[in-house]
């Protein structure tokens, strides 16, 4: 159990638009923390999509975009493609557990 | 650019010490901390703890009573020990570099390790 709380899976049709939570507490994004979100591809490493809550990496489209609020953050995707099919992590700095991650979601383009 | 490379052995026997490498080329190891992340097949991401090129280590509070992070700068490496494994341990090991305000990036192309009884 991740201190970090994504939903395990979310999906939307080709075009869509989809939103993954991360939900955390006092003790990291609601303390100020970073929020990163991490794709990983089917059979793939994880890459970097989002740091600091809300930037892209060169190269990552910008149908990509994070958010934050509060205790929580939240990665939206625009205009779903059918290579955006992987799993989502978010990470953060945790106070008493330094980095953590959430659970992950599964997205899945219908 | 920064490429990391995982190397070691790929099947350790439980209760014995788990040992791995990561080569860092195309830049120095310097001002940067280096990090271990493991992923058990099918499941999600761990951190294990990450090391500063001068030598500091933080680690996992689950993980630390089993885990050293080692660093030899005038190889541009790092190495990861993990002691007394057990099926537990079984996972995908991925070094990355780690910076503050930058996450994890980039990553190794990862070393499974699959304990054996």
């Known amino acids: 159990q991740s201190v970090l709380t994504q939903p395990p899976s979310v999906s939307g049709a080709p075009g869509q638009r989809v939103t993954i939570s991360c939900t955390g507490s006092s003790s990291n994004i609601g303390a100020g923390s970073d929020v990163h979100w991490y794709q990983q591809l089917p059979g793939t490493v994880p890459k970097l999509l989002i740091y600091q809550s809300t930037n892209r990496p060169s190269g990552v489209p910008d149908r990509f975009s994070g958010s934050k609020s509060g205790t929580s953050a939240s990665l939206a995707i625009t205009g779903l493609q059918a290579e955006d099919e992987a799993d989502y992590y978010c990470q953060s700095y945790d106070s008493s557990l330094r980095e953590v991650f959430g659970g992950g979601t599964k997205l899945t383009v219908l | 650019q920064v490429q990391l490379q995982e190397s070691g052995p790929g099947l350790v026997k439980s209760s014995e010490t788990l040992s791995l490498t990561c080569t860092v080329s195309g830049g120095a190891i310097s001002n940067y901390y280096w990090s271990w992340i493991r992923q058990p097949p099918g499941k999600g991401l761990e951190w294990i703890g990450y090391i500063y090129y001068s030598g500091s280590a933080n680690y996992n509070p689950s993980l630390k009573s089993r885990v050293t992070i080692s660093v030899d700068t005038s190889k541009n490496q790092f190495s990861l020990k993990v002691r007394s494994v057990t099926a537990a341990d079984t996972a995908i090991y991925y070094c990355?570099?780690?910076?503050?305000?930058?996450?994890?990036?980039?990553w190794g192309q990862g070393n499974l390790v699959t304990v054996s009884s």
């Open positions: 990355a570099r780690y910076f503050s305000g930058r996450g994890f990036d980039p």
